[in-house]
């Protein structure tokens, strides 16, 4: 087995929240760094709570997503 081989094999859902971890992680990670580097504490403060509302939209849409899904799947 290779280094970066998954140990089993991944859902639909589980690769679905790892894809998107990384997408929220790039944009609003970024928009987190470059506000700390030069933002005031109130940008900081509005761009966290915009990474925490995004965040938390991905989870309300992994749990649509797998209400939707098929028993079974």
């Known amino acids: 087995m290779t280094p970066n081989a998954p140990a089993f094999d991944e859902s639909p859902l589980e690769v679905w929240a790892c894809d998107k971890a990384q997408e929220i992680m790039l944009r609003e990670g970024f928009r987190l760094?470059?506000?700390?580097?030069n933002g005031s504490n109130?940008?900081?403060?509005e761009t966290s709570l915009l990474m925490a509302?995004?965040?938390a939209a991905s989870l309300v849409e992994a749990s649509a997503a797998h209400r939707a899904q098929p028993?079974?799947?």
């Open 53 to 55: 509302r995004v965040i």
């Open 42 to 45: 109130t940008e900081i403060r």
């Open 71 to 73: 028993a079974g799947e």
């Open 33 to 37: 760094i470059r506000s700390a580097r």
